[in-house]
């Protein structure tokens, strides 16, 4: 089975963040990696609150969690996604 890398790019969408990670984990397709790329800016509230949403899935390794120093935009949260992706497939969920 390939590997598909799926990209969550979030900028303040914390109360939504969760429900669209756990569609993805929720998948009968096992070869999944799950990337979320937090563009809100460390230490911004929602950055925190999207952390507290995913933490337990962060600590057990389940989905890779990078967040942005800084807001940057869709298109380069998107492209971070992009780096830290190990996939044969790409597929962006936003």
Known sequence: MKLVSVIIPTYKGSQYIRKAVDSIINQSYRQIEVIVVD???????????????LRDLIESNQIKYVPHEH?????AARNTGFRNSTGEYICLLD
């Open 39 to 53: 563009d809100n800016g460390v230490g911004e509230i929602e950055q925190q609150n999207t952390w507290s949403a």
């Open 71 to 75: 807001n940057m935009n869709g298109s």
